[in-house]
């Protein structure tokens, strides 16, 4: 399939995996990137620019294809090195970045410099115009079914994408609630010129996570994640635990009054644990509606290609035939 995103980043198929915390390592961006889709590395996981380039080396080892690093910009008092993560992403020949969070325009000027092609993710289409105008080639649109940051907006994809399309010139994917050849084939007749996916590509055979991530998504259904720190309007969507219980009762219990320091045991540094360890209620982490839509862990490969087919077969088969 050609479309304006498989063009711009020189992929086959317009499918983009999108950075997540402690799981987008090289193994899993390099296994969508051989697949012929887009693996993205996450930056910040990654504790200093130098760890970085080790891994961006590493996942050049396994794949010849294009790949991209994401770079989440945090409301964060102690800013993460952004200055260093970008040096290290030009030095090692980076062609894609995934921006996140904050608006990246005070680094826009080195990434295009480098002739690196940006594409921005946000939640609102006052961002999505933003981003176009301070030069990214594409953006993320990120509906309030996406697992992680969905913004305080809550404009569900079926809104947010064909808005989208009325409004932006640069091409766009659609991310959030994507899982499979119904979602790809949805998104394209929205006017998105590919999908985003966070986390249907966790569960896969090569996302370098625990067995009991993978456990939780196919166990749980699209009733099963909750939203965390809408009192902090940082909200999260993430899968429903005992950490995330107790923190909800917090923040019913404080009100207004809520601060980060309140809740941070069930948010801060739990990453690791999860991923890594496997200790589910270790705290919150993000997790989409779409949940309930996985129900098996199949290599990147079968997944991308079953999308692929699927999507032709609905465009060719369903829907041209709706027209007889
Ligand atoms: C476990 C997890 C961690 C994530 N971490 C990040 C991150 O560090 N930076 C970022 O920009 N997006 C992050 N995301 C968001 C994904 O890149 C993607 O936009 C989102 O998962 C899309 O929604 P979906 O899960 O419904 O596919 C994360 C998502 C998940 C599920």
Same mark, same amino acid.
Request: negative net charge; charged residues 30%; glycine residues 6%.
């Given at each position: 399939m050609k479309t304006k995103i498989t063009e711009l980043f020189n992929i086959e198929h317009p499918i983009i995996q999108g950075g997540m915390h402690y799981v987008a390592f090289a193994e899993l961006a390099s296994a969508v990137s051989n697949a012929g889709g887009l693996g993205i590395i996450t $930056?910040?996981?990654?504790?200093t620019p130098s760890d970085l380039a080790k891994e961006i080396v590493r996942c050049r080892s396994m794949t010849n294809k294009p790949f991209g690093v994401n770079l989440t910009f945090l409301p964060?008092?102690?800013?993460?090195?952004y200055p260093g993560y970008i040096k290290v992403i030009i030095d090692e020949g980076i062609r894609i970045v995934e921006t996140a969070g904050r608006n990246p325009q005070a680094y826009m000027q080195m990434l295009k410099d480098a002739e690196i092609k940006v594409i921005h993710k946000c939640t609102s289409i006052r961002h999505a115009i933003k981003a176009e105008q301070i030069g990214c080639d594409a953006v993320s649109v990120d509906g309030f079914?996406? $697992?992680g940051h969905p913004g305080?907006?809550?404009?569900?994809?079926?809104?947010l994408l064909p808005r989208a399309a009325e409004e932006l010139n640069i091409p766009f994917v659609a991310s959030g609630g994507m899982a499979d050849g119904r979602s790809l084939v949805a998104a394209l007749s929205l006017g998105a010129d590919g999908i985003n996916m966070g986390t249907r590509f966790i569960a896969t055979k090569e996302a370098p996570v625990h067995d009991n991530v993978k456990k939780a998504i196919l166990s749980a259904?699209?009733?099963?994640t909750r939203l965390i720190m809408r009192p902090l309007k940082n909200t999260e969507r993430v899968i429903k635990n005992a950490a995330v219980e107790r923190l909800l009762e917090k923040e019913a219990n404080l009100g207004?009054?809520?601060?980060?320091e309140d809740i941070i045991e069930e948010v801060a540094g739990v990453y690791p644990k999860i991923m890594m360890e496997g200790t589910m209620d270790a705290g919150a982490w993000s997790c989409g509606m779409v949940a309930g839509l996985i129900h098996d862990i199949p290599s990147c490969e079968e997944l991308v290609q079953r999308i692929m087919t699927e999507a032709e077969s609905i465009i060719k088969k369903r829907l041209s035939g709706l027209l007889k």
């Open positions: $930056g910040l996981t990654q504790k964060t008092v102690n800013a993460p090195d079914e996406c $697992g305080e907006d809550d404009i569900p994809n079926m809104i259904t699209e009733l099963d207004k009054n809520i601060s980060f």
